[in-house]
């Protein structure tokens, strides 16, 4: 492959036409999809009027399927049908439709007209839950009615099954759908580029290395995406890590998963930040053909930029598709590949999953893959102890193993970020003991704990209030709870704010929480934020788990308290707001514990070492 070659892949794979309507259906299709808009457009007075018109003998308006199991049918089952669907009243829907159904159920060509009618609606609706049930009463339905609600409820059950892992199941609903709904195919193609790209690792391609001559200490770094359009702690910390190679005299150049970023079409395919290449393969663009397509085209695209870079050593971060595509690449061009494990991409998919998830054929094939990748890289970078000894039971060599946890910069050691004058600006008073984080809020942060905490806090007479910068798919259920603890004149919720007002607030907190649940994911990955708020000498206060235990020190540079336990994090806190002796010797501890071991020119020089260890420096 020539230097400016691109990334190669097929064009998208045409939708399948769908089966032709005849023009009687599709005219009564096109009437229930304007039929259904009008209805949406009634008041909720009016459209309870119009069901009082359609059913004047059926159930009452919510009343379910049991009251109404022996009422005659509707007069007018389809408008009856198209007005619960307009009201969002599935379930009432669900639970009446033998009787919508009666007359549909006939074999008689009134019996025949009425189906269609229903199925026009169904297919305007576009509610799988209820076209399933519906579809038990109907009877035999045309092929055009057939593909699009039975591809419908296909999909639905296609991605509860992926939900619960279930690769080859779902893929086996959407199947027999996929000559004629357009959702199914697609889904169809994506469930197999997955379970493509995932389980035991392909054969490494040919080494085609014609005329290659890597650089000594130039890095390509194959990441999932990163700054300056998505802010997180995994972008930071690959900010982190090649701003501070750079500065140790490496030369290092960051490509993401291509297709990123999707939001942003337009992005240009090469930028600099803060000195550092970034390359982009495909921006914006999803690429067709699932996530093995996506890694080959990855792959391509990688052995391509590398060419012109001519790096040293090919650098992938987890999770297992960008290992998977520096793998391949750097056995094309015969060069070392580093797999740096950030953390356990199943594990923290199970934290959020399904309990059938666990165990499941997704869980177990995506273990595989990733133990696959840290077998055969040339080294393995890890953030702890912790995920170390699971790294080796996972099979890789232990040797080959190295550390480079997460850090600061050493100027924040010296940093005085205004925390008063953040406090001033969000209504929180000098004397008022603040406790927060700083951090994604997802679910396994334990939010909501430290919701509890506070309540207990002020209780108790502590005025305690609650600071928590950030954003995340559980800052609904923290609002949530806040309400239901009747404190949210305690709470200050600002949402995500910039890097400099990030700082700001950590330096308003009296007490920095990482109250992480006792989920597996948890007990291995350490987190960078409780490192900044060391950093800064804010005391911290976390779950007495294993890679937070090891974060703070072996637990000497923080209070420990038991996961999910809203009255030990009270007590802790409750502690250290009565003791200032004991908020200084913590934060004296912290601000030691980060400037013998944390900071990113200590780190660089571990990776540094390491590549001069692969014959790349």
Known sequence: MSDTSSPTFGPPAAAPSPPRASLLDGFRDSAARTALRWARSLSEKARASALSTTDPHGPPAGAGKASGAD????????????????????????????????????ETARGRRAARRLASVLAAAERPRLTEVALRHLPDLPEHYTASLGGAVAARKARLMFEQGR???????????????????????????????????PEPPARDDAGFEPVPGRVLHVVSNALPYTGAGY???????????????????????????????????????????????????????GLA????AGVDGVAALARRLRPAVLHAATDHRNGSIAAAAAARLGLPFVYEVRGFREESWLSGAVPQAQGSERHRAVVERESALMRTADAVVTLSETMREEIVARGADPARIVLAPNAVEPWLLDARPDGAGFRREHGLEDDDFVVGSVSSVVGYEGFTVLAEAVALLRGR???????????????????????????????????????????????????????????????????????????????VVASDLPALRELLGGGGAGLMVEP??????????????????????????????????????????????????????
Not at 178 to 200: I, K, S
Not at 293 to 296: R, Y
Not at 571 to 592: F, K
Request: net charge negative.
């Open 167 to 201: 690769l080859s199941d779902a893929i086996d609903a959407v199947e027999p759908y996929t000559g004629g709904h357009e959702v199914c195919a697609r889904m169809h193609d994506r469930l197999l580029g997955e379970r493509r790209a995932l389980g035991p690792l």
């Open 71 to 106: 009422a005659p049918p509707p007069r007018f089952p389809a408008t009856h049908l198209l007005l619960l669907a307009a009201a969002e009243r599935v379930d009432d829907a669900r639970g009446d439709m033998g009787r919508i159904a009666a007359n549909a159920a006939e």
């Open 293 to 296: 397509a996506q890694i080959e």
């Open 564 to 617: 999910g336990d809203a009255e030990a994090l009270a007590d802790a806190l409750e502690r250290l707001h009565g003791d200032p002796g004991l908020r200084s010797e913590l934060s004296a501890a912290g601000r030691e514990e980060v400037t013998a071991n944390r900071t990113w020119p200590r780190v660089a020089e571990v990776y540094r070492g390491l590549y001069a260890r692969l014959g790349a420096v």
């Open 461 to 539: 007479g502590v005025p305690a209030r609650m600071l928590l910068v950030g954003d995340g798919e559980a800052l609904g259920g923290v609002r949530a709870a806040v309400r239901r603890l009747g404190i949210g004149e305690a709470c200050v919720l600002p949402g995500r704010v910039d890097p400099a007002d990030a700082l700001r607030a950590h330096a308003a907190l009296d007490a920095f929480a990482a109250p992480r649940a006792d989920d597996r994911v948890c007990r291995l990955v350490t987190p960078l934020k409780p490192v900044e708020a060391m950093a800064l000498g804010t005391p």
């Open 235 to 289: 972008t930071v910390r690959t900010h982190r890590i090649v701003t501070a190679q750079k500065d140790a005299g490496l030369e290092p150049s960051v490509v993401t998963f291509p297709g990123w970023p999707l939001d942003r079409p337009g992005v240009e395919e090469s930028a600099e930040l803060d000195g550092v290449g970034h390359h982009r393969l495909h921006p914006g663009v999803e690429l067709p053909g």
